[in-house]
């Protein structure tokens, strides 16, 4: 009943930033938390921010908290994740996923996810 489709990967260098969205759409919006997770070759999925509709509640893995800003924009079904200070360790693909606030950080926990989008950080 959603539908997500993240955009905004690409090539950084570290300490650069990149700025990936993701665009919701179906019904009844406002129930679902969006989470970030993402997965490198060889790793299991990660979360990575999670937001709720009023933007009330932001969470952030330890490993991004203090470089990566979750926010959305509700007038155009629009989340993004700001990726500041970037690593060669943000290498991996970023996904967009929605769940009903069962949970904030378990993968299992988000039942609509988006195809991904590639990020890759150079040293």
């Known amino acids: 009943q959603v539908q997500l489709v993240e955009s905004g990967g690409g090539l950084a260098q570290a300490g650069g930033s990149l700025r990936l969205s993701c665009a919701a759409s179906?019904?009844?919006?406002?129930?679902?938390?969006i989470g970030w997770f993402r997965q490198a070759p060889g790793k299991e999925r990660e979360f990575v921010a999670t937001i709720n509709w009023s933007g009330g509640l932001k969470y952030y893995a330890d490993s991004v908290k203090g470089r990566f800003l979750v926010s959305r924009d509700n007038a155009n079904s629009m989340v993004y994740l700001q990726m500041n200070s970037l690593k060669p360790d943000d290498t991996a693909v970023y996904y967009c996923a929605a769940n009903t606030g069962m949970g904030l950080t378990s993968a299992n926990e988000y039942d609509y996810w988006g195809q991904g989008t590639q990020v890759t950080v150079s040293s």
């Open positions: 179906g019904r009844f919006l406002s129930n679902y938390l």
